[in-house]
Nanobody, 129 residues
Framework: VQLVESGGGLVQAGGSLRLSCAAS????????MGWFRQAPGKEREVVAVITSTGSTYYADSVLGRFTISRDSVKNMQYLQMNSLKPADTAVYYCAAVFQRESYGGGVYVPKRASEYTYWGQGTKVTVSS
């Protein structure tokens, strides 16, 4: 299994970046995909999640600014990041976990890093003020 991120870089505050994650070795359509980030000295935190059915979750800190999406034909997931802030500076990681159902029916939205099985190597995003 390989998850390979790309698209990170240096951007000024208020700018935009689009991260991509190429997945191989998994049946992509059956996996929930997530973006996490880790800033220096901080714990890894969830940024956004997209389930196998396309349901999405966003951390409060990025809601309204970031958009997660997936293309099950290309086995890709994306994170469009707009209105970037210096606080968004971090290494961003792509992650995947086999989609499971929630106890109440429907799909489960995995929000904790510990729930994910596969990880990419990360791509660094630096937002300058």
């Amino acid at each position: 299994v390989q998850l390979v991120e790309s698209g990170g870089g240096l951007v000024q505050a208020g700018g935009s970046l689009r991260l991509s994650c190429a997945a191989s070795g998994i049946t992509f359509s059956r996996y929930a995909m997530g973006w996490f980030r880790q800033a220096p000295g901080k714990e890894r935190e969830v940024v956004a999640v997209i389930t196998s059915t396309g349901s999405t979750y966003y951390a409060d800190s990025v809601l309204g600014r970031f958009t997660i999406s997936r293309d099950s034909v290309k086995n890709m997931q994306y994170l469009q990041m707009n209105s970037l802030k210096p606080a968004d500076t971090a290494v961003y990681y792509c992650a995947a976990v086999f989609q499971r159902e929630s106890y109440g029916g429907g799909v489960y939205v995995p929000k904790r890093a510990s729930e994910y099985t596969y990880w990419g190597q990360g791509t660094k995003v630096t937002v300058s003020s």
